[in-house]
Structures are given as C-alpha cells and as structure tokens.
C-alpha cells in the first residue's frame, strides 16, 4: 500500500516511515509542509497520507486544510490525521466534513504497529478511525441522567468499539462474537440510545459522537 | 438739520418739546449707535427723533409765518405746516413703540405684536383724516388754514372728537403698560437699564408739576423732557448702568425727608398757629419749636425712610445671616472653583450692596483679580490683569479694601467700590467684615480643591501606567505560556513520540531473535513512555491549550467542559475570534471555575454560558451546588480576578450557602 507523509518533525517522520516500510508499506514521499504534502498528493497520489496537524508556519490546524484540500481533488485517498492531543472539536469536524476514510489519532499510536498499521489500511478503505482515548473519555463522561447506565457492560465495550470507527466484523473479530451477536448488540446500544441505525460506518461514529458529546 | 434750521426760526412754546425731543432723540440714537452698533433701540431712537425733527420745523415754519402776519409771509406755509401737523398720530406710535422695545429693541413679548399692528393702524387712520381735514389745527391753535378743502368736515370733527384723544389716551395706555410688564420681569442688567429710565420719567414728571404747579408754566418741565432721552442713553450703552440704584436711593430719601420736613413745619406753624390762635411771625416760639419737633424727629425718619427706599430699590436685600447661609450652600456644593470666586465676589455685592466688587487672590505683593461683580461683559477668563500689590488696590474714598487673612496669613483681598456719598453702614461693614473671613476658607478650599485635582490627575496617570504594564505583563505570561506548550508540542512531545518509535524496533528486533525477557522490558518501558506521554499532554494543555489557539474561546469552553467530572452543559455561542488575552483570561477563569466546582461544590450540574455583544464578552459559570464559595475561592482565583482587572473586567461570584454558585466574568473587548 502506498503512502504519503507528513509530518515537519523529522526524526518522527523518518521513524514513522521506517516501521511502515517493515510493516509491508510503500511510503512514497514525505514532507515537511502543507505544500508539500499538497506537492507530492498531486504529482502521485498515494492510496493514504498520515498527516501532523501542527505544522509549519502557523503551527496550528495547517494539517486539517491541507486534508480538505486532497479530499477535494483526490476524494480517494485515505486521511489519517495524527496529533499530540485528540479533541472531540476536531473529531466532530473530521467526521461530519469529510464522509469516511479519515482518522484522528495520537501521535503515541504510531508505537503500536500492529494497530496502526490496520488503522492506516482502514483508512484506506475509506473506513473512520477515531482515537480510543478521545472515545474512552467521552464514555468515561458523567452524565446528568446518564443514558449510558443503561448499557451493559459488554455493550458498552461494543459502543467505545463502534465510536472508534469498527466496523461490526472488526468487532466480532476484536470481541470474539459471532456477527450476529455482535448485530443484536449494535441494535440493542441503537434502541437503548435513541440512535437511527445507519448503513455508513462513518454516520455511525458521527451519530455515536454526537451522542457521546451531547 | 430741521431742528436747527426750526430753531433759527424763534422759539414757540407749544412746540418747544417736539425740537427738543428731536434733538435729543436723535442724539442719544447716535451716541447709543456709536458705543453699541447694530443697536436696534439706537436706530428706533434716531427714527423717533427724525419724525419729531419733521414735525418740529413743519410747525416752527408755519408759527413763524403766523408771527410774520399770515398765510403769504413765507412760501408754502399752509403746506409745510401741515406737514408738521398730520403725521402727529403716527409720530406718537412710533414713539410708544420706542418706548415699548427699550432697552433692547424688542417687544416685551411676541404676543405685543398685535398691540403694535393695532396702535399702527389706528395712527394710519388718524393721521389720514389730519391730512384731509383740519381736524387738529383747533386744539394746537394754529391759525393757518388747512390747505385741503375736502368735503364732510362737520362729521370728521365729530368723529375726530369721539375717537381722536380716546386712541391718544390708549397710546400712551400701551407704552406705559409695556415698560411696566417690563420691569416687573426684567431681572439684572436689564432691570437696571429699566430703572435708569423710570427714575428719568419720574424725575421728568417731578418737574413738570413743580414747574405747572410753582411756577405756573411747563418751559421748566418741557426743558427737562431731554434728560429723559439721556437716561435712556445711558441705559442702553450700559454706561455707569450700576450707580442708577444709589441715586434713586439717595434721591427717594433726600426728596421724601424734604417732604417731610416740610410738611411737618407746615402742620405745627400753620396747623397748631391757627388752633392756638398765633402766626408764626407773631410767635418766634412756634418757628422754634417746630423746627425742634423736626430735628429730633429727623433720624429715626431718615432711617425709617432709608429703609424704605433700600427696599424699593434693591428689592428684599439679603440679611448677613442669609447671605453666610448662601455662601456655604455654595461652599458645599463643591463646584468649580471659578464659581465658587465668582460666587462669593456676587454674595459680598448683593449683601453689602455695591457698585462694583473684586476679589483679589495671592500673597500680599502679588494679588490676582479672580471674579468680580458685575461679571465681566465678554465671556472668558477675568484673571489677565498683572499682579499688584495690596496697597494699590485703593483708589479714592469710594473702594474699601479688605484683605483677606487666613491663619495668620494673607490669602487674598475683597476690593469693594460704592456710588460717590454711599458710605459703608456699621452693619453692612460687619457684614463685610464676616464674608471675607469666610473667604480666606473658600480661597484655603480652592487652592486644596487644585492640589487635589493635580494629585487626583496624577493618580489616574500613574493608574493607568500601571494598569497598562499590569496589561503587557500579564499578555507578555500568555505569550509565554504558548511558547511553552509549543515548545513543548515541537520538543519533548515529540522527541518521546520518536523515542516510542525506536522502542518500537526494538521490540521487534526482540520478538525476531525470541528474546521473550527484552521484548517484555521493551513492552514495560513504552508503557511508562505512554503514560509520561499521557501526563505531559495534560501538562501542556494545563499551560496553554493548543485548541484555545487554534479554534477559541467556544471550543476551549466545550474541551474544558469535556473533562469536567460534573456534567457540563455548554451554551456558548461567541461566533469569533477575541482578543488573545480575553479569551485566555476568560479561558482560565471557567477552568478555575470548574475545578473549583468539582473540589467543594458537590453539584451534580454546571451550565456555562457565553455571550458577546455591545463590545463585551460575559461569561457565566452555575453550579447546582452546596454554595458558600467564598471560603473555598483561594489564591487562583486572586490571579484571576488581578488577569482581569488589567482588562478592566469584573468578576462577582455569587454563593449562597445552600444555593448554589454563580460566577459572572464580564471583559470589555475594545
């Protein structure tokens, strides 16, 4: 699979693409800009560009508008958008805006290849992929008159699961369910949770994340 | 030119005053005009002296001709005489209304307009039929024909005699009645300027009954009619205006205490001769005792009387303690300090009675005219006279100096000038003597009023200095605090993050050569790596959060209430970007709200709410909890409260015990 990144701390970038490359990864270029990035997506573009959002010159949301700007021109490149903190802001943003194949993730996360790696296919996919901090803190939440309370315990665990962008055979692969448990779940968490079920993986995040948010 | 070339013509009693009154009129009209042009009251005082001019030496030819012995003695005769006789009607009303607009020129009220209308077309009226008819040449005796023969003169003189002296009478009714509703609201100068004037008509009217009366003839009264266009004059140019009061005064007295004298010497020589049966050149006695009975009698009249006439003139004179009393309201009032000079130089002219005050500021050999009564005519500072000393200031018998001694020290002087012969009285020098005391405080009061207002001045400067100092500092700590978390953010952030990265190979380089024991001290220490992560990303956000930066105050809000362990609901709805340091402060104090809250609140709930608008941010901060915040609110929230006063924004926190927290933060954003 071929990737693209992004990153203006080199040190990060070069390790990052290093494991990638071990991981069975193509990384095709990497750049230390916005304009780079934009550079490099144009002339080849790759099937998933991992981008800082901090980056040169503003240091502020650079990484999230250059994003934008390749969903508009190349809608089929997978975004995985890393950063030194996850906030729900931007997860909001991220998912209502760009309609799946986008991630958020901590910068720590790149440490686990494994899942990092599976992260970056998914993307790829066009799947969402949410940080599980971000997630565990909004579940974690206490509520007024939590709605959650009413959840069980397993499925609790399936919501902090599909909040993250799984899809429900990654969940009966990570939970050790049969697709249909892992369906009567999902239903039940819809129903307990006044939620409307929905086809699209990422409606499904953003309707999780909005309720996890409210 | 008229009057002149009337004058060489004789001198005609029954149409003396029409010259003099030209004369004078016209004279006064250009004297008032030369001191005050563009007076309309000059311009009405020359008209009024020209039409009389006309008229004189119509009537001076046509005498003169009559004298000559008849009709062909001078040319035109008939003609030119009764020229001087038909406008005498409109004359008149011209002369009311002159009369009616002085001193300035204008009507009492626009409502006299009518009355002005009317008068003049009743004057147009009468004078046609003077023109037509000979329907005044009876009553002035002129001899000469009228040269007009128009038929119905019968019925003219008939209706002349109903409506011709009744339309007189009511001119002289709507002029009388003007200058009355005149002075009865006239206040200060024009007051004055009205006084002037009655006092010449009275005085006119004095000497024309002396003259009829004593003399048997009005030449007396008729030679005194030009000191009446004088007055006026004087009134008008506000020449010498403020000695009219002491001459009415002393004129009242004098004339009052003659009176009396007389009629007092009358009743006992004439009155108690005739009873006991003796005249006076029989019994010297009588002379005697009556001029005993007046002398002794004289004093206490003559005060009675100057009090009366002090009265009339200047009206309910304050008494001492009423004008201390009004000296001190004016004192505590704390107004300006030109006021308050200006306001004690008045108190000392209306208790003391006086021509002229000044007060005189500054040590004894550098005295400075602050105020003075009369106030100055033009508008703007008095104080541009050089300093002079206090010996100078007395010029003649008529100014009293007072100086004015404050703790044994002169602050000042009160000079005080009175019309010539008006003495100061001993309680009027008491008087005196008390508001100058008082002024020494008042001087004592202004000059600590200015020092205050320097040192309040300078106050407020160094305030501001300070607040704007107070403003970098704190923006320079903001500042600071973002370049850390930058700093941080670019640094050890990510050199830990790499440093994972490398714990990374190292962990597969385990796994591959089967080292179970380094892969799991591998595993263990990126462990430790992500929590030392984990707290360093708590710790950045602590110092500046990177949101606050990158998206405002609206989604920091919403961070800060994600990680509230009370539920927070967020109504925030700023739609842009403030300020760096507003949105920092405000930032900190909600987070310092909802620490707080979470510490000793035991709320269940928190709203925070957020507005701007009309150029400022308010923020509020409720808690459902047990309240009595104010023990619990420690020293973050001093810092706060100092972050916004730089900002000139105010924080109240509101907490009941039992009822709950409410924090309000409100900044102005300019």
């Keep these: 699979m071929r990737v693209i990144l992004a990153d203006d701390a080199v040190l990060f970038r070069e390790g990052t693409a290093r494991i990638l490359m071990e991981a069975g990864f193509d990384v095709t270029g990497q750049a230390r800009t916005a304009a780079e990035l934009l550079d490099l997506v144009r002339r080849d573009p790759p099937q998933a560009a991992i981008i800082d959002i901090r980056m040169p010159p503003g240091h502020s949301a650079e990484g999230v508008e250059a994003a934008a700007e390749i969903r508009r021109t190349f809608p089929d490149v997978g975004l995985l958008l890393l950063s030194q903190h996850v906030e729900t802001h931007y997860a909001m943003r991220l998912m209502t805006e760009f309609h799946g194949g986008v991630g958020y993730l901590l910068k720590d996360r790149v440490s686990d290849l494994a899942t990092f790696a599976s992260d970056v296919r998914r993307v790829a996919n066009g799947d969402c992929v949410i940080d599980p901090e971000l997630v565990a803190r909004l579940v974690d939440k206490k509520r007024e008159r939590d709605p959650l309370a009413a959840l069980t315990e397993r499925e609790r665990r399936v919501l902090a699961l599909m909040a993250q962008g799984r899809s429900n055979s990654a969940l009966s692969a990570e939970l050790c369910l049969s697709a249909k448990t892992v369906e009567a779940h999902v239903r039940s968490i819809f129903t307990k949770l006044n939620l409307a079920p929905d086809a699209g993986d990422h409606r499904r995040v953003l309707a999780v994340l909005a309720f996890l948010r409210s | ?670």
């Design chain 2, 1 to 670: 030119m008229f009057v002149v070339g009337g004058f060489s013509l004789g001198v005609y009693l029954p149409n003396l005053h029409n010259g003099l009154i030209a004369a004078t009129f016209t004279a006064v009209g250009v004297f008032v005009l030369s001191r005050r042009p563009g007076n309309r009251e000059g311009w009405l005082f020359i008209a009024t002296g020209v039409a009389h001019a006309v008229m004189f030496f119509g009537r001076q030819y046509g005498l003169s001709a009559t004298a000559a012995g008849g009709v062909d003695a001078l040319p035109g005769a008939v003609w030119v005489m009764w020229v001087g006789v038909w406008p005498l009607a409109l004359v008149l009303v011209l002369s009311g209304v002159t009369l009616m607009c002085f001193p300035d020129g204008r009507l009492p009220s626009p409502r006299w307009r009518v009355v002005v209308v009317t008068m003049v077309v009743a004057g147009a009226l009468l004078a046609l039929m003077s023109a037509l008819w000979p329907v005044e040449y009876a009553e002035n005796s002129l001899s000469l024909p009228h040269p007009l023969r128009v038929g119905g003169y019968d019925t003219a003189q008939r209706l002349w005699n109903v409506i011709g002296p009744s339309c007189y009478a009511l001119f002289q009714a709507a002029w009388v009645t003007g200058v009355v509703v005149r002075m009865r609201r006239a206040q200060g100068d024009e007051a004055r300027q009205l006084r002037w004037f009655a006092y010449a008509v009275a005085m006119g009217a004095v000497a024309m009954a002396v003259s009829v009366l004593v003399f048997g003839s009005p030449v007396l009264g008729v030679l005194v009619v030009p000191t009446v266009a004088l007055a006026a004059g004087v009134a008008i140019a506000k020449y010498r205006l403020y000695d009219i009061d002491p001459v009415i005064n002393k004129t009242l007295v004098l004339g009052t205490m003659a009176a009396l004298v007389t009629a007092g010497y009358i009743t006992v020589v004439v009155v108690v001769g005739r009873v006991v049966g003796l005249s006076a050149t029989q019994h010297p006695v009588l002379s005697v005792v009556a001029t005993a009975i007046v002398a002794v009698a004289f004093e206490p009249a003559r005060r009675r009387v100057q009090a009366w006439a002090d009265h009339l003139v200047y009206g309910r004179r304050p008494t001492p303690y009423e004008a201390l009393a009004r000296l001190s309201t004016q004192l505590s009032r704390g107004s300006q300090h030109a006021d308050l000079f200006t306001g004690l130089a008045t108190t000392v002219a209306d208790g003391v009675g006086a021509a002229e005050v000044t007060l005189w500021v500054g040590p004894e050999d550098k005295l400075v005219a602050v105020a003075s009564w009369p106030p100055p005519p033009e508008q703007g500072s008095p104080t541009t006279t050089a300093p002079r000393e206090l010996s100078s200031l007395e010029d003649g018998g008529r100014t009293y100096v007072r100086p004015i001694v404050h703790q044994g020290s002169i602050r000042g002087a009160v000079t005080l000038t009175r019309a010539p012969g008006d003495a100061l009285t001993a309680s009027e020098d008491r008087l005196l003597h008390d508001l100058v005391a008082q002024a020494g405080l008042i001087i004592d009061n202004v000059g600590l009023g200015v020092e205050l207002q320097q040192r309040l001045h300078q106050i407020t400067v160094q305030a501001a200095e300070l607040q704007a100092a107070a403003k970098r500092i704190v923006a320079a700590q903001y500042e600071a605090r973002r370049r850390i978390e930058g700093d941080l953010h670019d640094g050890a952030q990510q050199r830990l993050v790499t440093l994972a990265l490398s714990l990374q190979a190292v962990a597969e380089r385990a796994a591959s050569t089967g080292d179970d024991e380094l892969a799991a001290r591998v595993d263990e220490a990126r462990h430790q790596l992500s929590r030392a992560l984990a707290e360093l990303r708590e710790l950045a956000r602590g110092i500046h959060p990177a949101i606050l930066t990158q998206e405002g105050l609206d989604a920091a809000l919403g961070f800060l209430a994600e990680r509230s362990p009370i539920p927070v609901q967020v109504d925030v709805c700023l739609q842009q970007r403030l300020a760096q340091d507003v949105e920092a402060t405000a930032y900190f104090v909600v987070s310092e709200a909802l620490t707080n809250a979470a510490k000793h609140s035991r709320a269940s709930r928190i709203v925070i709410t957020g507005r701007f608008g009309d150029g400022r941010l308010s923020i509020e901060v409720t808690d459902n909890g047990r309240g009595g915040a104010d023990s619990h609110w420690g020293h973050g929230l001093q810092g706060l409260v100092d972050r916004l006063a730089t900002l000139n924004g105010r924080l109240t926190v509101h907490s009941p015990a039992g009822g709950g927290t409410r924090l309000q933060v409100d900044i102005p954003c300019g």
